[in-house]
């Protein structure tokens, strides 16, 4: 008796995924739970555990293959028969291997399945897309309002990432090496580049002196370490700074529906967290109402998940603002390019000790760049300029971010 190993739910708008690698090979002892394979969506890498304990009878999707939610991916022979099971496969993996890897495209569901959504059908609409035409990426091909926001009419395709490029020297093309990229690096290749195409993207900038936050960290670093169980970093402060500015200034977290603005009542903020497969944004839901403590631990969560890609497709979606600290890379200035929808993100840098003028004394201070890119369809300079100057503020007198000012 076998045990079917299938893709597990992948999570909302996401329709299919490509097998990385497996962990095992056929014949291999497995336990339950441990992990067979690596799988790669648009969002996130995420890993496929053994549903039961045996051997791997079957390989049935390869490395690199499309699948969808639900597809056959192997199978587990019960421990007994794992001799026999070992050499199975080979003849009967042809006949089995079509039926799951063959994932249908998500173009295959336009115009099929279930209606678009009101938002989708208003928002193409709006902007004069034929929505019959867009690639549903809903359940049962149901077309979405981001399938409609980041929609690319056939006549002007993306390229190809090589598609423009220059043939290389004879004597340099025996010295490139030629790798695909990853679903997640395409998804944050179009995401960004959709950014720059749709929004009127535009960056004010501002600097914060860090001594009172720096001197206010080293008084409590130990205590609160102590008490919280975790270090006190610089970016519970920020994302608490962040939040109080975007009650004052709601058009930074908005974002827009066709000829509406949607304005969120909410802070969910994503925090941006380099990997060694590329740049994943996890979201600290409503962060306003977190302590400092709070936001913390929760970062501090992410970022070690994030590096072992154990991140969950829903903590990277709903947020409504984002912060990017390029900074712990030695980043002095930056204009950080929006993640839409939304209408704001705030570039953090590399504090550095400058010449400052401080009641008419030249100071040494450690100052950082704040950059606030910002889609000025929604948002105004003033209101970006206040909203830069509120976060500086706060930065510079914690205080207010206590006493709520």
Not at 49 to 59: D, S
Not at 272 to 282: I, N, Q, R, S
Not at 294 to 302: L, P, Q, R, S
């Amino acid at each position: 008796m076998s045990t079917d190993v299938v893709v597990p739910t992948l999570g909302e708008s996401v329709s299919e995924a490509t097998i990385g690698r497996w962990f095992k090979k056929i014949g291999d002892v497995v336990k339950a739970d441990e992990p067979l394979l690596e799988l790669e969506t648009d969002k996130v890498t995420l890993e496929v555990n053994a549903p039961a304990a045996g051997t791997l009878a079957e390989i049935i999707a390869k490395d690199g293959d499309t699948v969808s939610p639900g597809a056959l991916l192997g199978k587990i022979g019960g421990a007994a028969v794992a001799g026999a099971t070992a050499a199975a496969p080979a003849a009967e993996a042809p006949a089995a291997a079509p039926a799951p890897v063959a994932a249908a495209p998500v173009a295959a569901s336009v115009g099929a399945g279930a209606p678009p959504s009101p938002a989708a059908a208003k928002n193409a609409a709006d902007r004069g897309i034929d929505v019959a035409q867009v690639p549903g990426s809903g359940k049962r091909g149901q077309v979405l309002k981001g399938d409609v926001l980041t929609y690319a009419p056939p006549a002007a395709p993306a390229p190809a990432p090589v598609a423009l490029r220059a043939p290389s020297a004879p004597a340099d093309a025996p010295r490139e090496e030629r790798v695909k990229m990853t679903k997640l690096r395409q998804t944050i290749a179009r995401r960004l580049k959709d950014a720059q195409n749709v929004a009127a993207m535009l960056t004010t900038f501002n600097e914060v002196d860090m001594q009172p936050l720096m001197s206010l960290r080293t008084q409590y670093k130990e205590l609160f370490e102590k008490k919280h169980g975790v270090k006190l970093g610089f970016m519970g402060f920020f994302v608490k700074a962040c939040t109080h500015a975007l009650k004052e200034i709601p058009a930074v977290n908005a974002e827009i529906d066709g000829t509406d603005l949607i304005y969120k009542n909410f802070c969910h903020v994503g925090v941006a967290v380099g990997t060694d497969k590329g740049l994943v944004v996890p979201v600290v839901r409503d962060a306003d109402k977190l302590s400092i403590a709070g936001v913390e631990k929760t970062i501090a969560d992410f970022g070690k998940r994030a590096r072992d890609g154990q991140l969950k497709i829903d903590e990277m979606q709903g947020g409504t603002f984002t912060i990017s600290n390029g900074g712990v890379y030695g980043s002095l200035m930056s204009t950080p390019i929006l993640n839409a929808p939304q209408s704001g993100i705030l570039g953090m840098h590399k504090i550095q000790e400058r010449p400052v003028v401080i009641g008419g004394k030249i100071e040494i201070r450690p100052m950082m760049y704040l950059a606030l890119s910002y889609d000025h369809r929604i948002v105004d300079g003033k209101e970006a300029v206040t909203f830069l100057v509120r976060v500086k503020e706060a930065l510079e007198d914690p205080a207010r971010l206590v006493l709520d000012l």
